[in-house]
C-alpha cells in the first residue's frame, strides 16, 4: 500500500486473516452447483431478498435515501445542483456526478481508502444506469453530485446502489422521468440466481476448467420499469447469445416486481413530509 | 469522445442513409470499413500490433515479466491493460482529457478477458504462489477517427497473438525460494493459446437501426450504444452499454444477435489474415507505424 | 418565513433564539440530543458500531488482519484509527484526499485512544517479534450535524467493545498459520473513553453537544474526555478565553454525560452478546 500522508497508516505489509482459514477445502464443481442449487437463505431463484429502505436519512443532503437488500447495506445522497466546475463550455444537459464507494469495512477484503479501479467502474456504470431517467435539460449547465457508500456488501452492491441513488434523486426533488430499478442475477451452469449474496456472487466467477463452456457470469441491469426502457446493461463473464436474451426477459420482469417497492417507499416518505408540514403550521 | 459540431440538417442526412441501409460512405450498417494490420513490428516488446481502420490507428505492445501471482488465486498469471490516448489523436485528448476514455477502454478489455473461458490464466504460471508471468498490454492511440474499442479490441487480440513468452528451462523450489531459468536461446519461445480471445464489437444505435463501426460523424447521432465482446465460438464474455441513452428490451435482444454474427465472422477474418501473415515467415517486409 | 430567515442571517438568526434563552432545536443550553447506538451490524466487519447523536451518523467498522510487529516495540500489536468525512454526511466536503478538517479529527481521535489507555496494544500480539494483529478501524461520518468528535469516539469504543478476533495457532519454527474462524475471542477493553463537546458563544454563553449550524458559529468549542473516573484528554480549540468557572461545569457536566453514554455502550453490547 503506498505511504498516505494524509491519512494514519498501518505497518507496510499486512494480510487479511482470511486466506489462512480454507487452504484445503478445494471447492469441485458438484460443491458449487449444490450451493447454489439450494441457497443458504432457502430463498428461491427468482426470488429477491427483503428489502428496507428509508429516505431521507441525511438531513445535510438535499436527498438521501438507505437501502438494505439483505445484508447489503447503502446509503447515497444527492445534492443541490452546482456550476459545472472547470468547464469553458456552456452545455446544454446537465450533468450527473457519481461516486461509488465501498467503505474499507465493507469487504470481505479490506479496501483503501481511494476509489480503486473497481469502484471507478461502477461510478461511471452508476452515471450510465441514472443519466437516462433524469431530465438533464432542466439543469442546463450544472452538475448533480450523487455520492453512494455501500457499508456492507453482501452481493449485489452495485445495483441497490442504483435503486438508493435513484430514491435519493426522487426525495431530492431533481426531476425524472421515472425511478430506476436495478437486478443484478448470476449465471452458473444454466442456473439463474437472482439478487445473489456476495458467496454466490464468488461462486459464479470461480469456475472449474471443462472441455465445454459453461455458461457463467454476472449480469446487472437497470430499468426504467415504467416506461420500459433498458438504462443499463452490464454483463462478464462467458455465455451463449440464447442465454443473454432470455436472461434479459427475467431480469426485467423482476424489475417490474421490485417497483412498487420503492413506489410505495416514495409515497410514504412523501406522506410523512406533509404530515410533518402540516404539524408545523399548526 | 472528439466532439464534431455537427447541423441538424447533417445529422437528419446521415440518419436517413442509415436508415435505407446505404451510409455515407457507402456502407451497409453491418460493414466495417477496411483494416490495415501488421504484428511484430516492434523488435523491443514481446509482442506487438498495429491496426488501423479508416481514420483510427492504434499501435499495441505487449511485454512480459515475471511477477509473484495475487495470494487469493496462486495458480494464475496475470494480464493489466494500460490504455494512453496520445494528444496527437485528436485535440480534445490534451492534457487530462483522454483520462476517461482511457479508463473506460481499459476497463472493457479487462471485462472482456476476465473469464476463464476467454484467457485462461492458469498457462501463465511458473510456479504456483511463487512465480508467474505478467502481461503488460499497453494501447496507444494514434489516431481517432471513430469506433475505438473495436478497432483497440482487434489490436491486442492481433498482438497478443504474436506475444512470444521466453521459455522456462526448469523451475524448482528450492527451501521455499522459487529458482527459475529460461531457456538460453531467444528464439525459443512458447505462444499464447488464442483460440478464444474475445474481440469488441460496438453497436451504435442512430434512429431506429444499429450500424457497427461508424466514424465520428455517426458516433455523433448515436445516443446509446452497446459493446459486446465475442469470442471465436459466439459465446458472449461480457456487454456494456455506453452512453446517455437507454434501449427498449427488444432493441437490446435483437441488437445482441447482430453483433454476434458480426463479432463470428470478424473473428474469422482477423484469424485467416493473421495466418496469411505469418505464412509471409520471418523475412516479410516491416511497414511499421511511422508510414 | 422562518427557514428563510435562517438562510439569510443565519448569525442572527442563532443569536435572537439565544437571546430568548433556547436553542432552534428546542433544547435548552446544557441539554444533549439523545443519542443511540447499534453494534455489530455490518456483518463483514470484524467489530462495529453505528452511532447517532441526534441527526450526526457515525459509523465505524473494524478490520482485522495480520503483520509483523515492528522492530522496536516486538510485543505490540497496530492499531490504525481514521476517520473519514464522507462527501455523503455534507456539502461542504468533496471526494479526494481527506481534507485538513478530517485529518485533524484522525489525530485527535488516534490521540484520545492512545491517552486514554483504552486498550493494550500488548494484547494484540500473537506471537513476540514474529506475528501481531492490526486493528484497521474506520470511521466514516454518515451525517455531519456537529459534535462528530464525540460520536466518532463513541462509535469507535463501541466497535472495540463488540470486536472479535478469530483464534491464531502460530507454529515459529514452521511460520505456519491456522486460524480458527468458529472459535472468536473479545479483546480486553480496559477504558470507554467518552468525549463530550461544548461550543462558546459571546458573553461565556456555553452549550452543550453543539449542532453544526451552532458549531459553525461558535467562537471557540471544547472536547473532554473522561474514562470512568478520570479526565483522559481535554482539547479547546482557540477563538476567545473561557473562565475558570465554566470550564469546571463543563467538566461536571461532561463526566456525568459520560457515565450515561457508557451505559448505553454497555447496555448495547450486551445485548447484543
Redesign the interface.
Known sequence: MPNDSKRINGPDATVPYSIYTNLNSESSELLIKNQLQFRVDKRKHNEFRKMFIRIGVVSQAKGSAYVEMGQTRVICSVFDPREIPNKAQYSTQGELFCEFKFAPFASCKRKGHQQDAEEKEYSLIMQRALEPAVCRHEFPNFQVDIYALVLDNDGSALSTAIMAASLALANASVPMFGIVTAVTVVIYDDLFIIDPTYKEEALCLKTIKKLKPVNHGIIMQAMLSQHDQISEFFLTGSMDINFVNSSIDILSKTSNEIYPVLQEALRKSILKMIKKKNQQEK | MAEIPLSLAEKTFILHGIDADFRNDGRSRTHYRCMELETKLMDQVHGSARLRIGNTDVLVGVKVEIDTPYPDSPGDGKLEFFVDCSANATPSFEGRGGENLANEISNVLALAYQSPDAMDLTQLSILPHKKCWKLFVDILILECGGNLFDAVAIAVKAALYSTEIPKVKCATLDGGEADIALSDDTYESVKLDTTNFPILVSLYKIGDSCVVDPTSEEEMCSSASIVISVMPNGRISSIVKMGYGSVHPTTLSKTLDMGTKVGIELNNEIISALKREDELGLNREIIGFLR | MESQYKTIHPAKYLRDHFASNIRPDGREFMSFRPVSVCVG?????DG?ALVKIG?T?V?C????????P?AESPDCG?I???V?L??????KFR?G??SEES?CI??LI?KILINSEAIDLKSLCIHKDKLAW?L?C?I?S????GSVIDACTTSLMAALKILTL?T?DYTPETGS???D?KNRIHIPLKQLAICTTFAIFDNQLLITDPT?DEEKHSLSTINIVFNEDDMCFVHKSGGIPVSQNLFSTCIIKAKNHGNQVRKLILAAVNCKT
Do not use: H, M, R, W
Open positions: 451490524s455490518i456483518t463483514k466487519a462495529s441527526n451518523t459509523v467498522g473494524i478490520k482485522a488482519e495480520l503483520a509483523c515492528k497496530f490504525v484509527p481514521n473519514e464522507a462527501p455523503l454526511s455534507s456539502p471526494p484526499p481527506p485529518q484522525s489525530k488516534e492490526v484497521y474506520d466514516i454518515l451525517d455531519y450535524d478469530p491464531v498459520i491456522k486460524i474462524k453544526e
